[in-house]
Nanobody
């Protein structure tokens, strides 16, 4: 069984920094990409950042230059460093693992974490 465990998040002031970490556990053979989505109250879930197994990263325009995603393929973890946070970054952040293939499987599936709250408030 695949599980995504998220850590980090919390409360900070505008201009502050936070770090989110996601670990994918289980009998994992490969994870094509890992990343983060977020959902603010009353809004749809949106992509924040995604990184491939080869290290290629893409970001939402709203976070470019402020957020950095990294990945440890050996540990199946992804980290999102968030700097210069603004009020608009307040949301529940969800970890996503794309096309995750478990041992013995011939196809991959997408998995989601339960979400972690990030609140930016003065």
């Amino acid at each position: 069984q695949v599980q995504l465990r998220e850590s980090g998040g919390g409360l900070t002031e505008p201009g502050g920094s936070l770090r989110l970490t996601c670990e994918v556990s289980g009998r994992i053979r490969s994870v094509t990409a890992m990343g983060w989505y977020r959902q603010a109250p009353g809004k749809q879930r949106e992509l924040v950042a995604m990184i491939s197994s080869g290290g290629y990263a893409n970001y939402a325009d709203a976070v470019k230059g402020r957020f950095t995603i990294s990945r440890d393929n050996a540990k199946n973890t992804a980290t999102l460093e968030m700097n210069n946070l603004t009020l608009d970054d307040t949301a529940v952040y969800y970890c996503n693992s794309r096309h995750t293939v478990v041992e013995g499987a011939s196809y991959g599936q997408d998995y989601w974490g339960k979400g972690t709250q990030v609140t930016v408030s003065s």
